[in-house]
């Protein structure tokens, strides 16, 4: 069987289309969302020369802390990067189609998608997950890339029914996004380094963590701290444990003297 189509999911829509996300018939009844693991806050920032992605570690299901350790960011290709909000495993599996769906073009057209591109075809698919979103399976995507044409760092968010939107400087989703992103506006600066990104994106997280019950903040006694991208004009890299680790201990130190963390100059 020769799929002739360049895009992946448009192949598994004519081959097999329940094995698509949101094609699947749910049993009826009431909806059961809130019996699914929840992905919570996802922040994005953009410095010169890229783009930082990072994400707690936390999943909930209602009040209960469902996973301490999950993983919501994923390597989409060389040059981006998407992290999930929402319901948790149609998450997962949306990113994982995405990857095979950016292989799947590079291989028939011989090389990959623009970022646009790229973010174009994630809308395709949210859009996809349209009735499961209905029936309270809602997926919120962040994705970040490197425009390697513009030299510069991206960030691309998305509405439930794949309304995607071009985000400047910084953007946080999930349940925490609200103190994240009051914490990015204070303590985002232009002339960001990269180092500085990271410890900003960490600043919000703990930020989120403090105040929104479903975000969990860096837990040192567990080993258990965010995960963070960083997409540059040399690709992506993921952030060593140890790197991350250290910045957060950081953190924590300074907010047992600061626990409202660093503020911003009123002038």
């Known amino acids: 069987m020769n799929p002739g189509t360049s895009s992946f999911t448009d192949f598994l829509a004519s081959v097999n289309p329940g094995l698509l996300p949101g094609r699947r018939d749910l049993p009826q009844g009431g909806s059961a969302s809130h019996l699914t693991p929840e992905a919570t806050t996802i922040v994005a920032l953009t410095f010169p020369g890229g783009v930082v992605l990072s994400g707690d570690r936390r999943a909930t299901s209602g009040n209960v802390i469902a996973n301490r350790d999950m993983e919501k960011l994923f390597r989409t290709d060389e040059f981006s990067a998407m992290a999930i909000a929402g319901s ?37 698919m949210i859009r996809g997950n349209l009735g499961l979103a209905m029936q309270g399976f809602v997926v919120v995507p962040l994705l970040v890339g490197y425009d390697e044409p ?85 690709g992506h890299r993921r952030l060593p444990t140890g790197t991350v680790a250290d910045l957060a201990a950081s953190i924590v130190r300074g907010r047992s003297e600061r626990p409202d963390g660093p ?5």
């Open 88 to 124: 948790a495993g149609i998450g997962i599996e949306l990113a994982k189609l995405f990857q095979v769906e950016l292989e799947h073009y590079e291989k028939k057209e011989g090389q990959p998608l623009s970022l646009e591109g790229k973010a174009n075809r994630l809308a395709a």
């Open 150 to 234: 513009r030299e510069q760092g991206r960030i691309f968010s998305y509405d439930p029914v794949g309304g995607r939107y071009e985000e400047h400087r910084f953007h946080s989703i999930g349940s925490g996004s609200v103190y994240a992103r009051g914490a990015l506006k204070k303590l985002y600066r232009d002339d960001l380094g990269e180092e500085d990104a990271v410890v900003v994106a960490l600043q919000a997280l703990y930020d989120a963590a403090d105040d929104d019950s479903a975000t969990g903040g860096p837990d040192l006694h567990r080993e258990i701290y965010p995960l963070v991208d960083v997409i540059t004009d040399e």
């Open 263 to 267: 503020t911003a100059p009123v002038r």
